[in-house]
């Protein structure tokens, strides 16, 4: 399974600021996802990021609040911008690993953990 | 919305099997049925997932009906360390969509 990376960890920052999240991979993949979990909730995905292509968000989520990079096929950053005390979630980068035999895969990073002051 | 739903806690003894119960009566015939937990807000950790027969690795064994509309998630000898939320998920082409999950409660 693939290997994720993300930096950094925890952040706390100050409100009208914003922060850039890094998600590497140890090998290739060719779906890469951001999802963010409020405290105390389930996973939400804010959006798909193919490498080649501009991200698809969700509902609710938009790109000038979280713009998202995919320069490459092992790396993605998402930036949530003019933060506010409500963006305080974990943010969690996963890829999907297709197999020849059964559904895809999908694997998580360990999240970085972000509070807005 | 999650097209499962699972019961929000369950306990279970250290060393006993814990069964995990999860309805999925909308499935469509191409969704496999994937479970997910996670830790203490680390990242969620694939499990098992499977399509209509029972599958089982070395995490845990899965067990589909016959009609597909419910699954049971099995950690044969549970740990402390098993002590998580649950998540019950169909996918197939989509995104996935995590529900509230089952929290499972070890106890010693």
């Known amino acids: 399974s693939a290997v994720i990376s993300q930096k950094p960890s925890r952040d706390i920052c100050q409100r009208g600021t914003s922060l850039t999240i890094q998600c590497q991979v140890d090998?290739?993949?060719?779906?890469m996802f951001w999802y963010r979990q409020q405290p105390g909730q389930s996973l939400t995905l804010i959006a798909t990021a193919n490498q080649g292509s501009e991200a698809t968000y969700e509902s609710g989520f938009v790109i000038d609040k979280f713009p998202i990079s995919r320069p490459n096929l092992t790396f993605s950053t998402l930036t949530v911008s003019n933060m506010s005390p409500e963006d305080s979630s974990i943010y969690l980068c996963?890829?999907?690993?297709?197999?020849?035999?059964?559904?895809?895969?999908?694997?998580f990073g360990p999240g970085t953990r972000l509070t807005v002051t | 919305d999650a097209k499962t739903t699972q019961p929000p806690s369950m306990d279970c003894a250290e060393g006993r099997a814990a069964n995990l119960p999860c309805n999925h009566s909308?499935?469509?015939?191409?969704?496999?049925v994937y479970w997910y937990r996670q830790i203490h807000s680390q990242g969620p950790q694939y499990i098992i997932h499977?399509?209509?027969n029972n599958e089982t690795n070395e995490m845990a064994s899965l067990i589909i009906t016959e009609d597909r509309k419910s699954s049971t998630l099995i950690l044969p000898h549970a740990t402390l360390r098993d002590t998580a939320v649950y998540y019950c998920?169909?996918?197939?082409?989509?995104?996935?969509?995590f529900g509230p999950g089952t929290r499972l409660s070890v106890l010693p």
């Open positions: 998920i169909v996918h197939y082409g989509q995104n996935f969509v």
């Open positions: 996963s890829v999907e690993e297709g197999r020849l035999a059964g559904g895809p895969e999908q694997y």
């Open positions: 090998s290739q993949v060719t779906m």
């Open positions: 909308t499935i469509s015939g191409n969704e496999y």
């Open positions: 499977g399509l209509k």
